[in-house]
């Protein structure tokens, strides 16, 4: 067919093909699709990868066995400091033991690796108080990652109130010779009331106390024998009448003590003991002469007053921050406010004001 026909057609669709007109359309090849020559292969039979559960159980076995062995261990520990300590206990104290009735055991477990022991009954102290706080053996986050790179030791603490047979001010601090710094900063009584003194102790101590004469009569050749046998585990014996656990028990003992590693050289669990029962002794006796007694009450009065004078200042700074808040949460109220509407406002606040002062308001009206 032409291209002249074509175009007739178009402008006059009525004309319809004759018989003998043929249209010359290009015909296109139907490509049929290649199917011979493809075959299909059954899919390949994967084997079965237990990685991922083999590594999921290994963990799991791990933690259960570092929980089991952790605490067996911190138990142990705990079991031998008891035995080693009970004895000295029952020598010192009447009653031993934190048990609530017969058959409960002694000594009180608190956590995996925080154990109490307590007695009572001695005229001088209200009771004595030991803790023994070990490491986290029994976590295995702590026992991958934290133990093996840090410097974390076994603790044991002793708390005792102790009563003075003549009422004395005291205040004392045995402490390592580097933390005195940091003592003095987290300790105002240690700070303001004390200085350090010698009186001959082992290298690396220091002893912060308010006058020589109660630092002799405190730490005799007795207890300076005792502290040089317990070598570098002495962290600190402090000693205050600032800190009141025992209302009739004004004095206040607390100590820190390194537990020996692995429970080795454990003659030292009942010298640390001794130690703190020998001091708070002394303590309970101590008799200052006029002259220092009256200058320790003297610097005890000027260090209350300027604790007075700190606390009111802390209250009035708290007072006008809270008023400066208020001031600031009125005037963003005030922001989306009329004039009308902040008059009106304002006039009730100058009312609150001469309320406040005691006198009455009178509005003048023009």
Request: with cysteine; hydrophobic share 35%.
């Amino acid at each position: 067919m032409s291209v002249l026909s074509l175009i007739s057609l178009l402008i006059h669709p009525s004309l319809s093909f004759d018989d003998d007109l043929e249209l010359d359309f290009p015909e296109e090849e139907v490509e049929e699709p290649l199917l011979q020559n493809l075959s299909v292969q059954e899919p390949l039979l994967q084997k079965p990868n237990f990685y991922m559960e083999i590594t999921m159980l290994c963990l799991i076995c791990l933690y259960i066995s570092n929980v089991y062995i952790g605490k067996q261990k911190n138990e142990r520990l705990a079991t031998g400091w008891l035995y080693l300590l009970k004895p000295l206990f029952q020598e010192n104290f009447s009653m031993t033991g934190v048990a609530e009735k017969e058959g409960d055991g002694e000594m009180l477990k608190e956590a995996n690796h925080v154990f109490k022991y307590y007695a009572s009954g001695r005229y001088n102290m209200g009771y004595i108080l030991g803790t023994l706080e070990l490491l986290k053996r029994q976590d295995l986050f702590n026992t991958l990652f934290i133990s093996p790179f840090s410097k974390e030791q076994d603790k044991v603490s002793y708390e005792i109130p102790i009563k003075q047979e003549n009422p004395n001010p005291i205040a004392f601090m045995l402490c390592r010779t580097n933390q005195v710094k940091n003592i003095r900063a987290n300790h105002n009584d240690i700070k303001t009331l004390t200085s350090a003194i010698d009186v001959g102790l082992p290298s690396g101590y220091t002893l912060l106390a308010e006058s020589s004469e109660a630092a002799e009569f405190l730490f005799n050749t007795n207890v300076i024998r005792l502290i040089e046998s317990l070598s570098n585990s002495i962290e600190m014996v402090y000693v205050t009448d600032q800190v009141n656990l025992i209302q009739s028990y004004p004095i206040t003992l607390v100590s820190s003590f390194v537990y020996p590693k692995d429970g080795k050289d454990v003659d030292f669990v009942a010298t640390q003991a001794q130690l703190v029962i020998t001091l708070a002794d002394l303590t309970s006796k101590l008799a200052l002469s006029g002259k220092v007694k009256a200058a320790a009450e003297k610097e005890r009065a000027t260090m209350n007053k300027e604790k007075v004078k700190e606390i009111n200042q802390q209250r009035e700074e708290e007072r006008l921050q809270k008023k400066y808040d208020q001031k600031k949460k009125e005037e963003e109220k005030m922001q989306g406010l009329s004039k009308e509407k902040k008059r009106k406002l304002e006039e009730k606040e100058y009312k609150k004001e001469l309320k406040k002062k005691g006198l009455k308001f009178k509005m003048v009206k023009g």
